[in-house]
Structures are given as structure tokens and as C-alpha cells.
């Protein structure tokens, strides 16, 4: 399960996203623009913690390993 901070522009649409294995790598990384808990979210493939040094993989639905 996937931690989703969502980025968006200044007209409020989401422009991109980061996934983080936990909240606490989220909250870590976004300290400014932190907007709450948005875990358990399943996410297609997996792929690393987005958070610089954590090196934390997240499963994916689809795929067995990265």
C-alpha cells in the first residue's frame, strides 16, 4: 500500500503525484506542503519509496518484484 501526496498547480489540478511507503516518508519530504494522511492507496506496479535515502520498495497489484 501506497502513501500519495498529490501535486498540483495553482488552479488546483493535479499536475503530477509522489508515493511514499509510509506517512511518515511523506510527511518527511513534504514538511511545507504536507495535506494529511492519504495511505492504503493499491498502486499498479511496484516501484521504490519516493523520499531521497529511504530505498523502501512498494508492492505494486501487478507485478511480483521489482
Do not use: P
Request: charged share 35%; net charge negative; glycine share 10%.
Amino acid at each position: 500500500m501506497a502513501h500519495i501526496h498529490l501535486i498540483k498547480d495553482k488552479k488546483g489540478e493535479e499536475v503530477d503525484r509522489k508515493y511514499y511507503c509510509s506517512d511518515s516518508c511523506n510527511t518527511y519530504d513534504n514538511q511545507d506542503n504536507y495535506k494529511g494522511w492519504n495511505g492504503c492507496n493499491e498502486i499498479s506496479f511496484t516501484q521504490y519509496c519516493d523520499r531521497k535515502g529511504c530505498g523502501n520498495i512498494i508492492k505494486g497489484v501487478e507485478d511480483e518484484e521489482i
